[in-house]
Nanobody
Framework: QVQLVESGGGLVQAGGSLKLSCAFIGDMAQYGAIGWFRQAPGKEREAISCLSLEDGTTYYTDSVKGRFSISRNTARNTIFQQMNSLKPEDTATYYC??????????????????????WGQGTLVTVSA
């Protein structure tokens, strides 16, 4: 049984930084990739970052590339997302989710969230102008 617990969200001014954490309870080795999604009010959930559990390679959508960084602490079974230069449009609830598929290209494709089964409760990030 896999559980995910996201934390680290909060209120920050534009230009500020936050670091999100995702505690992965269970066997991460059964998955091929893991990453972060976000969902703003009234919008579809979108994938923004992905880390290959095969080789550790990271991938990002254009909207966060250069500002966000996904990483993993293997010993603590925890996934992190460092978010810098935050913008008001980054305001959303952020979720981490694992995928059996090893392809981060697929992970970052539109509507991939529909095929993922395990989700945490999310953590809210609010960026004020």
């Amino acid at each position: 049984q896999v559980q995910l617990v996201e934390s680290g969200g909060g209120l920050v001014q534009a230009g500020g930084s936050l670091k999100l954490s995702c505690a992965f309870i269970g066997d991460m080795a059964q998955y091929g990739a893991i990453g972060w999604f976000r969902q703003a009010p009234g919008k579809e959930r979108e994938a923004i970052s992905c880390l290959s559990l095969e080789d550790g390679t990271t991938y990002y959508t254009d909207s966060v590339k250069g500002r966000f960084s996904i990483s993993r602490n293997t010993a603590r079974n925890t996934i992190f997302q460092q978010m810098n230069s935050l913008k008001p449009e980054d305001t959303a609830t952020y979720y981490c989710a694992p995928a059996f598929d090893t392809s981060c290209q697929w992970y970052l494709s539109p509507s991939s969230y529909k095929y993922l089964e395990v989700w945490g409760q999310g953590t809210l990030v609010t960026v004020s102008a």
